[in-house]
């Protein structure tokens, strides 16, 4: 009995003993590095890849590297959508609701707002703010988007013509917005008398 109370007194100890010496053989071990010479002339260093050699230096699109159409042969509106294309800057501009449409001023935030969602699911950067109950001014951040934006804002239907600088987008076929808005007038003064008469 006496045998194995030792034994059992003793293991504790040799445990411990083994803990510490293995902790002293992996802390040695870490210590030991790997000398690297000085001279590295004779080394060669062929695990780079093309991207890596890229890497830190600035991109540039296929766009920019060629050179400007002659200008001399187009009109003004070729020129115009050709220095789109190369837009980079910031827009703004402003987008007409259609007219004849009864609305209220609580409709058009509710109205840019939904473009704003909308636009975002396709990966546009672009906010739209209600000005009025007949304007919406949008903003971009990135003016090469400016074509997807134009044909995002022509394609709904609230939307009647959209001003980017002096130029004005609207659907093919669309007449101007002054005319449109005479004839709404004209109307509105036809009914209006022919209200009156009823009434007399």
């Excluded at 000085?38 to 540039?60: A, F, N, P």
């Excluded at 209220?104 to 509710?110: F, G």
């Excluded at 739209?128 to 951040?141: K, P």
Aim: charged residues 30%; glycine residues 4%.
């Amino acid at each position: 009995m006496e045998s194995s109370k030792s034994y059992s007194a003793s293991s504790p100890c040799l445990f411990f003993l083994l803990i510490f010496s293995l902790v002293v053989v992996v802390a040695a071990a870490g210590k030991s590095r790997v000398s690297i010479p000085d001279d590295l002339s004779d080394v060669v260093d062929d695990e780079e890849d093309e991207e890596w050699k890229k890497w830190g230096q600035m991109r540039t699109r296929s766009g920019d590297i060629l050179p400007p159409p002659d200008f001399s042969r187009m009109n003004p509106d070729q020129i115009q959508a050709e220095m789109m294309k190369r837009h980079t800057a910031p827009s703004f501009g402003f987008v007409k609701l259609r007219p004849g449409s009864s609305r209220s001023r609580e409709d058009v935030p509710v109205i840019a707002m939904k473009w704003s969602n909308v636009i975002r699911t396709g990966s546009l950067e672009a906010r739209f703010m209600a000005v009025d109950r007949h304007t919406i001014m949008f903003t971009m951040e990135k003016g090469q988007e400016l074509k997807e934006l134009k044909e995002f804002v022509l394609s709904q239907p609230e939307a009647y013509e959209m001003k980017i600088g002096e130029q004005l987008f609207r659907r093919p076929g669309d007449p101007p917005l002054d005319v449109v808005i005479e004839k709404l007038n004209k109307e509105r003064s036809v009914n209006d008398m022919n209200h009156v008469d009823d009434e007399l």
